[in-house]
């Protein structure tokens, strides 16, 4: 193996030095970035309960893992070894493939399982081929085409901006519904945030702070409250890190406020998780979430050690999903939580795998509290993407953005151990 990958990179280096190859693979990255956030296409071409169902969306993807496949290719090593110091992501990721042997239906499990497995390796391309200032400009990049696109169907095009038919007059952009949108801005505002921190010119600083005035308008258009709630820890996650290493005692006291929020958020979600419920505007069965929940936990409880096979058990009508839908009176199409979601597909030792793969991850961060401007963005998207996991079900999700996000931001964090400070 080590020979051929050496192999693979001397004929790398000895290959002719094209002038605009770094140019083109920035552009090829940014495309890929689009395609994965399913913006405009998703909408046109699918149905979002359904992502797997339309053809000329799925017809998409081949050529995207081929083109994976060849930018890997001029990188073997790096992306060797980002690979090897990933290994509990990639495991994580490969459990969704082995889970074809129990799945309850296994063509399917293996065709979703490759999405997941190809979308990771994507992340890892990601996290070898750029640095950290580097890969957050080109996030904040995708998530400017994205916003100023939302902008231009909400302004011009409201027919398939706003929606029409339920929460009327809320903007949805280039997605399928008002959530997607403000999820998705929220995330740009802390990529427009991150980048504009490690902005080598101050026009360019303004140029990011200008568009997270108009990824925050999105938020607010889109009367997303789950989304309001990301983007007040995406903003204010930066600012904390940023009156930290101010000094001692401007750290003391983040840390301590940080402290406190973690464990007012965790006592209330073990306590009286209708807290959060109300505070977000909804009653405490968050539009029939929990009494999913009530049942999803019969459903893993029969199947804990293995689930039921990835990215299937919605999909089998005719299986354990039926006695979902019978109990909640409707065609639930997900577990709405990253985590039920995942004891679903790939039993316990998936879940206690993910969680141990995203608190790898978010202690890397920690450990850079003092130092990189990588922070700007690590720390506050891990902790708003663990919040919004309780939510929504954003682990491993097949061709999906936050996804890839995840795998590049965990990949990165796990293999560049040269900017860690205690």
Same mark, same amino acid.
């Given at each position: 193996m080590t020979d051929a990958f050496a192999l693979a990179e001397r004929w790398r280096l000895n290959s002719p030095r094209l002038a605009f190859w770094p140019a083109l693979e920035v552009g090829v990255a940014l495309l890929a970035l689009l395609l994965y956030s399913q913006a405009l296409l998703g909408p046109l071409l699918s149905d979002p309960n359904d992502p797997d169902g339309a053809e000329g969306l799925r017809l998409i993807w081949p050529p995207v893992y081929l083109v994976t496949a060849i930018l890997v290719a001029f990188y073997p090593t790096r992306v060797w070894h980002v690979a090897l110091r990933s290994w509990p992501l990639l495991a994580l990721a490969s459990l969704t493939l082995v889970s074809a042997t129990w799945s309850i239906d296994p063509g399917t499990t293996v065709r979703r399982g490759l999405a997941v497995v190809m979308t990771l390796v994507f !992340?890892?391309? &990601? #996290?070898?081929?750029f640095s950290w200032p580097d890969m957050i400009r080109l996030i904040a990049l995708m998530f400017a085409v994205l916003a100023m696109g939302s902008a231009v169907a909400g302004l011009l095009f409201p027919g398939? !901006? @706003?929606m029409n038919e339920i929460h009327v007059g809320a903007w949805k952009g280039l997605w399928w519904e008002k959530n997607t949108l403000g999820a998705m801005m929220a995330w740009a505002s802390l990529s427009f945030i991150a980048a504009a921190s490690s902005a080598p010119t101050r026009r360019? =600083? =303004?140029? /990011? &702070? !200008?568009l997270l005035v108009l990824s925050v308008a999105l938020v607010l258009l889109s009367t997303s409250r789950t989304a309001l709630l990301a983007l007040t820890i995406c903003t204010l996650g930066p600012a904390t890190i940023a009156v930290t290493r101010r000094g001692f005692g401007f750290a003391t006291l983040a840390i301590f406020a940080g402290l406190c929020g973690v464990a007012s958020i965790l006592g209330v979600l073990f306590i009286g998780p209708g807290v959060i419920l109300e505070a977000l505007g909804r009653d405490a069965t968050l539009t029939g979430r929990t009494d999913i929940w009530e049942g999803l936990i019969g459903a893993i409880a029969a199947q804990p050690? $293995? !689930?039921y096979g990835y990215g @299937?058990?919605?999909s089998v009508e005719n299986g354990p999903v039926f006695w979902i839908r019978q109990a909640t009176a /409707?065609? @639930?199409? $997900? #577990?709405?939580?990253a985590w039920l979601e995942t004891a679903l597909a790939i039993g316990l030792p998936g879940v206690a795998l993910g969680a141990f793969v995203v608190l790898r991850g978010l202690v890397s961060s920690v450990m850079r509290l003092f130092g990189g401007v990588e922070t700007y963005w690590t720390l506050p998207f891990l902790v708003a993407w663990l919040g919004i996991s309780m939510s929504e079900s954003n682990l491993l999700e097949q061709n999906g953005l936050v996804w890839l996000l995840l795998c590049a931001t965990l990949a990165k964090l796990t293999s560049d151990r040269r900017r860690r400070v205690a």
């Amino acid at each position: 193996m080590t020979d051929a990958f050496a192999l693979a990179e001397r004929w790398r280096l000895n290959s002719p030095r094209l002038a605009f190859w770094p140019a083109l693979e920035v552009g090829v990255a940014l495309l890929a970035l689009l395609l994965y956030s399913q913006a405009l296409l998703g909408p046109l071409l699918s149905d979002p309960n359904d992502p797997d169902g339309a053809e000329g969306l799925r017809l998409i993807w081949p050529p995207v893992y081929l083109v994976t496949a060849i930018l890997v290719a001029f990188y073997p090593t790096r992306v060797w070894h980002v690979a090897l110091r990933s290994w509990p992501l990639l495991a994580l990721a490969s459990l969704t493939l082995v889970s074809a042997t129990w799945s309850i239906d296994p063509g399917t499990t293996v065709r979703r399982g490759l999405a997941v497995v190809m979308t990771l390796v994507f !992340g890892l391309w &990601l #996290a070898a081929r750029f640095s950290w200032p580097d890969m957050i400009r080109l996030i904040a990049l995708m998530f400017a085409v994205l916003a100023m696109g939302s902008a231009v169907a909400g302004l011009l095009f409201p027919g398939f !901006g @706003v929606m029409n038919e339920i929460h009327v007059g809320a903007w949805k952009g280039l997605w399928w519904e008002k959530n997607t949108l403000g999820a998705m801005m929220a995330w740009a505002s802390l990529s427009f945030i991150a980048a504009a921190s490690s902005a080598p010119t101050r026009r360019e =600083q =303004q140029v /990011w &702070l !200008g568009l997270l005035v108009l990824s925050v308008a999105l938020v607010l258009l889109s009367t997303s409250r789950t989304a309001l709630l990301a983007l007040t820890i995406c903003t204010l996650g930066p600012a904390t890190i940023a009156v930290t290493r101010r000094g001692f005692g401007f750290a003391t006291l983040a840390i301590f406020a940080g402290l406190c929020g973690v464990a007012s958020i965790l006592g209330v979600l073990f306590i009286g998780p209708g807290v959060i419920l109300e505070a977000l505007g909804r009653d405490a069965t968050l539009t029939g979430r929990t009494d999913i929940w009530e049942g999803l936990i019969g459903a893993i409880a029969a199947q804990p050690w $293995t !689930g039921y096979g990835y990215g @299937v058990f919605w999909s089998v009508e005719n299986g354990p999903v039926f006695w979902i839908r019978q109990a909640t009176a /409707w065609d @639930v199409p $997900t #577990a709405h939580n990253a985590w039920l979601e995942t004891a679903l597909a790939i039993g316990l030792p998936g879940v206690a795998l993910g969680a141990f793969v995203v608190l790898r991850g978010l202690v890397s961060s920690v450990m850079r509290l003092f130092g990189g401007v990588e922070t700007y963005w690590t720390l506050p998207f891990l902790v708003a993407w663990l919040g919004i996991s309780m939510s929504e079900s954003n682990l491993l999700e097949q061709n999906g953005l936050v996804w890839l996000l995840l795998c590049a931001t965990l990949a990165k964090l796990t293999s560049d151990r040269r900017r860690r400070v205690a």
